[in-house]
């Protein structure tokens, strides 16, 4: 729950009036603090993305896809599984716009 709690805090934080955030970050940080070799796992999956498709939202989505399956498997059916669940809902949800501009072609890219 301190997790979660931690990660809605930084998707949408009260200094910057509920917009803004680093949901992706808190949350790689909450998985290096829970199992830091599925942690090093989900980098290397966000690494490999951002490297072949040049777009920090969609790895950051395809990491957010594994996350609770990897949690699931570390874990098991506990609360810590499903509050990852919830947590990359929530990516996904703070990403709609970007999943849409990559739909239509026009998220900007790394380095762009």
Known sequence: MVALA???GHLYP???HFAGGKGVATAAGIILA???????ALIAIWLCVAYGFRFASL???AAAVVFPVGMFYV??????????????????WRHRDNIRKLVAGRESTIGR
């Open 14 to 16: 009260v200094f910057h």
């Open 59 to 61: 790895a950051s989505l």
């Open 34 to 40: 829970l199992h830091w070799p599925m942690g090093l």
């Open 75 to 92: 874990f098991g059916n506990t609360p810590t599984a499903w509050i990852a669940v919830l947590i990359s809902a929530l990516l996904f």
């Open 6 to 8: 931690a990660f809605v």
